[in-house]
T-cell receptor
Framework: SQQGEEDPQALSIQEGENATMNCSYK?????LQWYRQNSGRGLVHLIL?????REKHSGRLRVTLDTSKKSSSLLITASRAADTASYFC????????????FGTGTSLTVIP | EAGVAQSPRYKIIEKRQSVAFWCNPI?????LYWYQQILGQGPKLLIQ????????DSQLPKDRFSAERLKGVDSTLKIQPAKLEDSAVYLC??????????????FGEGSRLTVL
């Protein structure tokens, strides 16, 4: 399976704290993306990091990528109750035609 | 800009019945995907279209699932006959025709299928 795995499966923090979730994958990739899914809704794209990039920022989001370890992390700083959602990484393996494979997800709960 | 439209949002059927889901991607998006998301899991790619051609359907259970994208725009996903394990949310996503280094996916709200 080309599906990645997120760690932890579930995370509960207090509002204002930082949340870190990790993604591991198996094959060489062109890029890796992070998505958010609110309960009962579709997925929303958060950030994309290319295989030749090591770190990327977008607002309160910071993503790192270590291709030698085949892993990525998503850091959400100063979390808010509205950040409560499931977070998924999606990998675009090399030598495929724009296919994207999603991980198992991390369920984040931010307590007000 | 209108998003990805899917219908129906919810469907309840009995096993061995058939069901069809419809997706209208964002205008101009050449690539369309169907994903299956079982409760508590990540989305699993079922099929990918580029315009009206199939790029990848290696994970589509072809004995019961079929999909088409006529004229390279709308797409339908059909299940016949349905099994209990098909209970899931079926997500449609689209993206622009771009190189492998780009390609943000835009998702619809999904169609939730319950098979009794």
């Amino acid at each position: 399976s080309q599906q990645g795995e997120e760690d932890p499966q579930a995370l509960s923090i207090q509002e204002g704290e930082n949340a870190t979730m990790n993604c591991s994958y198996k094959t060489s990739i062109n890029n890796l993306q992070w998505y958010r899914q609110n309960s009962g809704r579709g997925l929303v794209h958060l950030i994309l990091i290319r295989s030749n990039e090591r770190e990327k920022h977008s607002g309160r989001l910071r993503v790192t990528l270590d291709t030698s370890k085949k892993s990525s992390s998503l850091l959400i700083t100063a979390s808010r109750a509205a950040d409560t959602a499931s977070y998924f990484c999606a990998t675009a393996p090399q030598n495929t035609g724009n296919q994207f494979y999603f991980g198992t997800g991390t369920s984040l709960t931010v307590i007000p | 800009e209108a998003g990805v439209a899917q219908s129906p949002r919810y469907k309840i059927i009995e096993k061995r019945q058939s069901v069809a889901f419809w997706c209208n991607p964002i205008s101009g998006h050449a690539t369309l995907y169907w994903y299956q998301q079982i409760l508590g899991q990540g989305p699993k790619l079922l099929i990918q279209f580029q315009n009206n051609g199939v790029v990848d359907d290696s994970q589509l259970p072809k004995d019961r699932f079929s999909a088409e994208r006529l004229k390279g725009v709308d797409s339908t996903l059909k299940i016949q006959p349905a099994k209990l394990e098909d209970s899931a949310v079926y997500l449609c996503a689209s993206s622009t025709l771009a190189g492998a280094n780009t390609g943000e996916l835009f998702f619809g709200e999904g169609s939730r299928l319950t098979v009794l």
